[in-house]
């Protein structure tokens, strides 16, 4: 038989322990967030950049692996050179353009080219019917001599690929993507 006096004082008992532990509470807490404490740190430990978004992504702003090729590094000193390298002379300021007279010998004529514009552009301008084919650089049907020396002496080729330095050397042109830098006399119609 159960003793109800018993049963009774053990779940008052019961009902105290459980009473005294909520009021207590359990002691337990959680740790500090740390986060951007951490956060903070690795920032630190990069370097700032200029970089805009999305290059710079990292932490706190700085690039460490980008920084490497940012302002002032040697291989961002490269990527800036080639890429005034690649700086056609047709894009040129205006206010920078030069004007150069060149004696076709072939035509017994001189025109006169501007520095940010192709010999051949300006000889069909002229009127005369000059050879070519792609235009780009890439053939030799333009190809021009100039006996006054070294072609790269007196124009700038954009893009050519199709003359060595060593034919270059001896005067040979692309006159579809040659630029004048000085005056001089020109060959029409001449390969090697
Ligand atoms: S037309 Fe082809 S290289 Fe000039």
Sequence with gaps: MVDIVAVSIASSVVLVIAVLHFINGTGWESNADISQEILDRRAATVPETSFPEPMNRSLGGGGGAVAAVGEGGQEGAELEEAEEEAQSPADMPEDEVEYFDIELSKEGETIEVASNETILDKAEDE???????????????????TPDGPAEDHVTHYEQETFTDAEMEEGYMLTCVAYPITDFTLETNEAP
């Design 127 to 145: 009127g005369f019917d000059l050879p070519y084919a792609c235009r780009q650089g890439q053939c030799v049907s333009c190809a021009a001599h």
